[in-house]
């Protein structure tokens, strides 16, 4: 299967900053999701994004997938951005349909 | 539009104990899979189930077992519970059973193992 690697692991911002995340994945992918988890474990769905790029208010993905990366930004970050973020990849080869998860980055945005 | 439900919520055990976990795919998917998140990690696929039967399964001992309904709603049976056991575990549903469609999580259940 293929490995998802996540970075930075953490991210402290103060109210306002902008940020980028990154997710590596280590084979091509036919599913490639963005998620944010809330403190009570629900996983939210960010963006579906395989490739390409896309925008949903302050936040935005792009997807290269000839290059295996995924970025997620966050604009003018604000305190409810807090929480756990995911990527999580689906390898194209095969019958695979498991989604396999990064480490997440914990982002903590301060007042 | 209901989204994924899960049940329940919390659930104690002790070691060596049965557990059932239940979920409701979102309307109009068919596929459920599982997955196990322990504190600190990211979720690790358990199972998928699609046409009431399990066509992928990912590294877990045969302890962990599920059922696929008529409905689509799907169970999650873990037997002789282990400490390691606890952790949250959630329900994901996607359609129509094509590989690389997006995948939509229930609120999860936490299970404690004592």
């Known amino acids: 299967g293929i490995q998802v690697e996540q970075s930075p692991p953490d991210l402290i911002l103060q109210e306002g900053a902008n940020s980028t995340l990154r997710c590596n994945f280590s084979?091509?992918?036919?599913?490639l999701q963005w998620f944010h988890q809330n403190p009570w474990g629900q996983l939210i769905n960010l963006f579906y994004i395989p490739s390409g790029t896309k925008q949903n208010g302050r936040l935005s993905a792009t997807t290269v997938a000839t290059e295996r990366y995924s970025l997620l930004y966050i604009s003018s970050s604000q305190t409810t951005d807090s929480g756990v973020y995911f990527c999580a990849g689906q390898n194209s080869g095969g019958s695979n349909y498991k989604l396999t998860f990064g480490k997440g980055t914990l982002l903590t945005v301060n007042p | 539009d209901a989204g994924v439900t899960q049940s329940p919520t919390h659930l104690i055990k002790t070691r060596g104990q049965q557990v059932t976990l239940r979920c409701s795919p979102k309307s109009g998917h068919d596929t459920v899979s599982w997955y196990q998140q322990a504190l600190g990690q990211g979720p690790q696929f358990i199972f998928q189930?699609?046409?009431?039967?399990?066509?992928q399964r990912g590294n877990f001992p045969d302890r962990f077992s599920g059922h696929q309904f008529p409905n689509y709603s799907s169970e999650l049976n873990v037997n002789a519970l282990l400490l390691g056991d606890s952790a949250l575990y959630l329900c994901?549903?996607?359609?129509?059973?094509?590989?690389?469609?997006?995948?939509?999580f229930g609120p999860g259940t936490r299970l404690t193992v004592l």
């Open positions: 189930y699609y046409e009431e039967e399990e066509r």
């Open positions: 994901a549903s996607s359609s129509p059973g094509l590989a690389g469609n997006e995948q939509f």
């Open positions: 084979d091509s992918v036919n599913n």
